[in-house]
């Protein structure tokens, strides 16, 4: 009995390590999307961590989120308060998705912890860019500037929280749905690789 233990455990390891390697190689490849200012990029680095949250349950999920965040403070440009950031919206929407998975597997569960996931890491992006991530970027680029980048895009925009509501909370939920709906399309090939059935 324990050695089977041993070996479920050692698979989720090597399960999530995996996962976290191919979900920080993911994270390099980002790129700008119309109708957001261009220092905000698009990625799909959550993909492997909502399928892990799925397949080996949400706190596998969240150490997918953890060591990829590990990995690419090698390669930061905030001084690793991007990657705290970064952390702590994956962290909120795969273990969100994952937990409601978890208490009935079946793909409505699935969508709806995901979609429940996606307005929490939407929500908490507001404050978590505003508290931490944008004070760091104003050593490196006046919050005037910040916000005329906002501006040149709605001209309207008064202010950092009003620019966050606007434009950054509906791209993180969007983004959380993108990644959602691809999760949908591969869980079902990649699930029995991560259990190793």
């Given at each position: 009995?324990?050695?089977?233990?041993?070996?479920?455990?050692?698979?989720?390891?090597?399960?999530?390590?995996?996962?976290?390697?191919?979900?920080?190689?993911?994270?390099?490849?980002?790129?700008?999307?119309?109708f957001?200012?261009?220092?905000?990029?698009?990625?799909?680095?959550?993909?492997?961590?909502?399928?892990?949250?799925?397949?080996?349950?949400?706190?596998?999920?969240?150490?997918v989120?953890?060591?990829?965040?590990c990995?690419?403070?090698?390669?930061?440009?905030?001084?690793?308060?991007?990657?705290?950031?970064?952390?702590?919206?994956?962290?909120?929407?795969?273990?969100?998705?994952?937990?409601?998975?978890?208490?009935?597997?079946?793909?409505?569960?699935?969508?709806?912890?995901?979609?429940?996931?996606?307005?929490?890491?939407?929500?908490?992006?507001?404050?978590?860019?505003?508290?931490?991530?944008?004070?760091?970027?104003?050593?490196?680029?006046?919050?005037?500037?910040?916000?005329?980048?906002?501006?040149?895009?709605?001209?309207?925009?008064?202010?950092?929280?009003?620019?966050?509501?606007?434009?950054?909370?509906?791209?993180?939920?969007?983004?959380?749905?993108?990644?959602?709906?691809i999760s949908?399309?591969?869980?079902?090939?990649?699930?029995?690789?991560?259990?190793?059935?």
């Open positions: 009995m324990r050695n089977n233990k041993n070996r479920l455990s050692a698979r989720t390891m090597v399960s999530v390590a995996m996962m976290a390697a191919v979900s920080f190689v993911l994270m390099l490849f980002n790129f700008s999307v119309p957001m200012p261009a220092f905000i990029k698009l990625d799909i680095a959550e993909l492997p961590a909502l399928v892990t949250s799925y397949a080996l349950g949400p706190l596998a999920g969240v150490a989120c953890f060591i990829k965040n990995l690419h403070l090698f390669n930061t440009s905030t001084g690793g308060v991007g990657e705290l950031s970064n952390f702590i919206l994956g962290a909120s929407f795969v273990f969100t998705a994952g937990m409601f998975y978890k208490r009935k597997k079946n793909r409505t569960s699935a969508l709806v912890g995901a979609v429940i996931g996606a307005l929490c890491m939407a929500a908490i992006s507001v404050f978590s860019n505003y508290y931490i991530v944008y004070p760091v970027y104003t050593a490196f680029m006046p919050l005037e500037g910040i916000i005329a980048a906002y501006q040149a895009i709605i001209p309207s925009v008064d202010n950092l929280w009003e620019a966050l509501v606007i434009f950054n909370m509906p791209f993180t939920f969007f983004k959380g749905m993108l990644v959602t709906a949908f399309l591969i869980y079902k090939k990649i699930a029995p690789i991560l259990k190793g059935k």
